[in-house]
């Protein structure tokens, strides 16, 4: 059985640091792209990073980009999310992701999803 364990979420202010991690377990990600999703308060699920099975490119949404870094280490089958120059605006549930089929992007409607870790930034 598949998993995805999301952990690094906390309370921080604004312009601190988290790191994110997710850890996968039942079956390799090494030829499956990544990534993390978030929702905030109210709102839908969008998307925040994603990191290639390959030669780890890397695809950020434009609010996070310069802030946010994606990496993998495919030996712990492990994706991070490194978050710097926190926003109150990143308040969110973040979500792991990984993709059902090998070779092939990430899209949510064929992904794993991790139970969520909660990021709150104060202002």
């Known amino acids: 059985q598949v998993q995805l364990v999301e952990s690094g979420g906390g309370l921080v202010q604004a312009g601190g640091s988290l790191r994110l991690s997710c850890a996968a377990s039942?079956?390799?990600?090494?030829?499956?792209?990544m990534g993390w999703y978030r929702q905030p308060p109210g709102k839908e699920r969008e998307f925040v990073a994603t990191?290639?099975?390959?030669?780890?490119?890397?695809y950020y949404t434009n609010s996070v980009k310069g802030r946010f870094t994606i990496s993998r280490e495919n030996a712990k089958n492990t994706v991070y999310l490194q978050m710097n120059s926190l926003k109150p605006e990143d308040t969110a549930v973040y979500y792991c992701?990984?993709?059902?089929?090998?070779?092939?992007?990430?899209?949510?409607?064929?992904?794993?999803w991790g139970q969520g870790t909660q990021v709150t930034v104060s202002p």
């Open positions: 992701a990984a993709s059902r089929i090998a070779f092939t992007h990430l899209s949510p409607s064929a992904a794993y």
């Open positions: 039942g079956r390799t990600f090494s030829s499956n792209a």
């Open positions: 990191i290639s099975w390959s030669d780890g490119g890397t």
